[in-house]
């Protein structure tokens, strides 16, 4: 395979005349096989604003190809493979169908292992139904919300599939995210999403082939304890609208997600090791989404697709203020798991069409600002401004919000005057009063250093709206570097609540590293562990 790489086109130009220009490139007429490999914006010298290619060719000669065209090279694609081990007589227990739990599950399904997958939540279709009526009227089930139920917190995101790992495995992501409903473009993309609207069709799509296969996936029941036996995992012990059951199994994945706070408590009476671990504390931040546009586009903003933005800075006080989760043409929405407190996150349809756009404005917290040594003392913390938040906000699951201009104390006047997203409502407050001072006075310096990257970022008119408390996990369950084993053998924790990864790709990604895992330690003799 030939791959060609730094095409340039310009923004009127169809993906036609991209094989125009590469068969022209050639010499020939015609190719065995044409696929693109990576397609992205090149917007750093305005107005020339253009899109760069490389494209995969199967053609006679390539070798002669390769040494004649600039930026081109042979290249073999590789297939995922799994490694060869032997059977698990008892099912493996997989505990939470976010990213790391599904592609946990799938894969080991895919290679013949038997899954149970336990979900304390509802399925998608169900739990769709539940965010709607707690967006729409403030009806919190802390069973079934955007934290909790099949897909995770990620099914409503931006469903971004950038990471910065560099792992094999990211190929077999997308390419069953592809497969279970995901459109092309994400294989080839430079940055990837998948947006809610797809995400959902994708999670349930993953569920159905887990159950072909022979696997489980059991709605409505949560994991209450682990049962042991001489330091070994021997059962789960589950909760589900029937009554407490146990599963009898050797190998438990813990892909619980961010927000398992009570299944943290749990593990911690059970003296399964975890440390505290660092973590983000803000708001969401929202601009006119034309304004994002031509700031990053200039004139040619009509031409692209909505522009997104990444931006992070360091301060004098050493903390770092940097931005997450952009939602180009999305909204703020409500994502609280727990009565009495409120939570933001930002999520976008794949169509990217709405005419704000958000993100997390995050400030770095680390063990340093807790005077205790308790693992879940960031979890406490995420809490105590979750519920300040609530009492702020004053009824229904309020969001508390601010003009940026009133946050930094100048005019408010502005061209791009924002409307907040958030639902239920916004109550317009000082957001000193729900956070630490630490954390606003850092987002304030932060807003004026990235207006310098971003000319409008600091726009008087954008909104802030808050808390985002559950940007990652603020603890760690400690795993061995060799087995991905706990302290407790047969153990796995798995995923961003574990403390592993951080977004969709990175957490799908550990939960294939973690089958593979399960898989070969089971085929070792105990003395090989």
Known sequence: MLRISDIKLGTDDTESDLRKKVLKLLGVKNVKSFEISKKSIDARKKPDIHYVYSVDVETDNEEYYAKKIKNSQIVKKKTYEFPKCGKIDKPVVIVGTGPA?????????????KVILLERGKCVEERMKDVEAFWEAGFLNPESNVQFGEGGAGTFSDGKLTTGIKDFRIRKVLEEFHKHGAPKEILYYSK????????????????????????????????????????????????????????????????IGHSARDTFLMLQNRNIAMEQKS???????????????????????????????????????GRGVYTFCMCP????????????????????????DGKNANSALLV???????????????????????QRAFEVGGKNYNAPCQRVGDFLGTESNSEYTVEPTYKPNVTWVNLDEVFPKFITDSMREGIVLMDNKLHGFADNGAVITGPETRSSSPVRIIRDKKTMQSNIKGLYPCGEGAGYAGGIMSAAVDGIKTAEMVAINNGRGKNEQ
């Open 279 to 317: 973590f983000s504390v803000g708001a969401r931040i929202e601009h006119s989404q034309e304004m994002i546009n031509k700031s990053q586009y200039g004139k040619a903003y009509k031409k692209l697709p909505a522009a997104d933005y990444k931006m992070a800075v360091h301060l004098e006080s």
């Open 364 to 386: 770095n917290v680390t063990p340093s600002d807790f005077k205790t040594d308790d693992p879940l003392a960031g979890m406490y913390f995420q809490r105590e401004i979750e």
């Open 192 to 255: 990837p999403h998948v947006g809610t609207d797809n995400l959902s069709k994708m999670v349930a799509s993953i569920r159905s082939e887990i159950r072909k296969l022979g696997g489980e996936v059991r709605f409505s029941n949560k994991l209450v304890n682990v049962k042991t036996d001489n330091g070994e995992i021997c059962g789960a012990v589950v909760e589900s609208d029937s009554g407490e059951y146990v599963i009898e199994t050797n190998n438990i994945v813990l892909a």
């Open 101 to 113: 739990g599904l592609m946990c599950g799938l894969t080991l399904a895919q290679n013949g292992y």
């Open 329 to 352: 043409g999305g909204r703020v929405v409500a994502s609280a798991s727990e009565d009495g407190g409120v939570v933001t996150n930002g999520m976008s349809y794949f169509a990217r």
